[in-house]
Protein backbone atom coordinates (compact mmCIF):
# COMPACT_ATOMS: atom_id res chain seq x y z
CA UNK A 1 0.00 0.00 0.00
CA UNK A 2 1.09 3.67 -1.03
CA UNK A 3 -0.05 6.59 -0.48
CA UNK A 4 1.57 9.58 -1.96
CA UNK A 5 1.07 13.57 -0.83
CA UNK A 6 1.86 16.43 -3.06
CA UNK A 7 0.77 19.70 -3.30
CA UNK A 8 2.67 21.26 -0.40
CA UNK A 9 5.12 24.30 -0.71
CA UNK A 10 5.28 28.05 -0.24
CA UNK A 11 1.96 29.93 -0.23
CA UNK A 12 1.64 33.57 0.89
CA UNK A 13 -1.34 34.90 3.80
CA UNK A 14 -4.81 34.46 2.30
CA UNK A 15 -3.38 32.21 -0.51
CA UNK A 16 -4.43 28.69 -1.45
CA UNK A 17 -3.14 25.03 -2.10
CA UNK A 18 -4.43 22.21 -3.09
CA UNK A 19 -3.14 18.91 -1.72
CA UNK A 20 -3.27 15.52 -3.54
CA UNK A 21 -3.20 12.18 -2.38
CA UNK A 22 -2.95 9.22 -4.47
CA UNK A 23 -3.43 5.88 -3.21
CA UNK A 24 -2.33 2.41 -4.91
CA UNK A 25 -2.38 -0.86 -3.56
CA UNK A 26 -5.60 -0.87 -1.89
CA UNK A 27 -9.27 -1.01 -2.70
CA UNK A 28 -9.54 2.64 -2.43
CA UNK A 29 -13.21 2.58 -2.29
CA UNK A 30 -13.21 0.89 1.10
CA UNK A 31 -11.14 3.44 2.71
CA UNK A 32 -12.14 6.19 4.95
CA UNK A 33 -9.57 8.69 4.16
CA UNK A 34 -8.62 11.60 6.52
CA UNK A 35 -5.90 14.32 6.15
CA UNK A 36 -4.02 15.51 9.14
CA UNK A 37 -1.36 17.91 9.94
CA UNK A 38 2.05 18.25 12.55
CA UNK A 39 3.11 21.88 12.97
CA UNK A 40 6.78 21.65 14.94
CA UNK A 41 6.58 20.56 18.62
CA UNK A 42 2.79 20.03 17.99
CA UNK A 43 0.83 16.92 18.13
CA UNK A 44 -0.67 15.56 14.71
CA UNK A 45 -4.12 16.83 14.45
CA UNK A 46 -7.04 15.35 12.26
CA UNK A 47 -7.68 18.15 9.64
CA UNK A 48 -10.33 16.06 7.60
CA UNK A 49 -12.33 13.86 7.03
CA UNK A 50 -14.24 12.14 3.66
CA UNK A 51 -16.49 8.81 4.11
CA UNK A 52 -15.26 6.08 1.61
CA UNK A 53 -18.29 6.99 -0.67
CA UNK A 54 -17.57 10.59 -0.20
CA UNK A 55 -21.42 11.43 0.78
CA UNK A 56 -20.14 12.62 4.69
CA UNK A 57 -17.19 14.91 5.74
CA UNK A 58 -16.23 16.49 8.61
CA UNK A 59 -13.89 19.09 9.72
CA UNK A 60 -11.71 20.28 12.19
CA UNK A 61 -13.64 23.63 13.96
CA UNK A 62 -10.07 25.80 13.28
CA UNK A 63 -10.89 24.73 9.32
CA UNK A 64 -14.80 24.70 8.38
CA UNK A 65 -15.28 26.97 5.75
CA UNK A 66 -11.75 27.13 4.68
CA UNK A 67 -10.63 23.82 3.51
CA UNK A 68 -12.88 21.26 1.38
CA UNK A 69 -11.89 17.55 1.28
CA UNK A 70 -13.27 15.82 -1.63
CA UNK A 71 -11.96 12.21 -3.43
CA UNK A 72 -12.26 10.36 -6.81
CA UNK A 73 -12.97 7.14 -6.45
CA UNK A 74 -12.17 6.43 -9.88
CA UNK A 75 -8.30 8.03 -9.36
CA UNK A 76 -7.89 6.86 -6.27
CA UNK A 77 -6.94 10.54 -4.85
CA UNK A 78 -8.28 12.40 -2.27
CA UNK A 79 -7.60 15.94 -2.11
CA UNK A 80 -7.44 18.77 0.30
CA UNK A 81 -8.47 22.55 -0.89
CA UNK A 82 -7.29 24.94 1.29
CA UNK A 83 -7.89 28.60 0.85
CA UNK A 84 -7.54 31.82 3.03
CA UNK A 85 -4.57 30.39 4.33
CA UNK A 86 -2.93 31.25 7.56
CA UNK A 87 0.87 31.32 9.10
CA UNK A 88 -0.59 28.78 11.78
CA UNK A 89 -1.55 26.55 8.47
CA UNK A 90 1.78 25.61 8.17
CA UNK A 91 2.51 22.03 9.25
CA UNK A 92 3.37 19.00 7.15
CA UNK A 93 -0.01 17.62 6.17
CA UNK A 94 -0.16 13.53 5.85
CA UNK A 95 -3.14 11.47 4.12
CA UNK A 96 -4.29 8.46 6.42
CA UNK A 97 -6.68 5.69 4.50
CA UNK A 98 -8.39 3.41 7.16
CA UNK A 99 -10.25 0.35 6.49
CA UNK A 100 -14.04 1.30 6.89
CA UNK A 101 -14.60 -2.72 8.54
CA UNK A 102 -11.19 -3.50 9.75
CA UNK A 103 -9.67 -0.97 11.15
CA UNK A 104 -6.51 -1.40 9.94
CA UNK A 105 -4.69 1.92 8.34
CA UNK A 106 -1.53 3.40 6.39
CA UNK A 107 -0.04 6.79 6.29
CA UNK A 108 1.66 8.73 3.68
CA UNK A 109 4.69 10.35 4.01
CA UNK A 110 3.26 13.88 4.32
CA UNK A 111 4.03 17.17 2.10
CA UNK A 112 5.18 20.60 3.62
CA UNK A 113 2.87 23.38 3.85
CA UNK A 114 4.04 26.55 4.87
CA UNK A 115 1.98 30.25 4.45
CA UNK A 116 4.71 33.26 4.75
CA UNK A 117 5.20 36.36 3.41
Known amino acids: VQLVESGGGLVQPGGSLRLSCAAS????????MRWYRQAPGKERELVAR????????LYADSMKGRFTISRDNAKNTVYLQMNSLKPEDTAVYYC???????????WGQGTQVTVSS
Open 96 to 106: NAQHVLLGRDY
Open 25 to 32: GLTFSSYT
Open 50 to 57: ISSSGGST
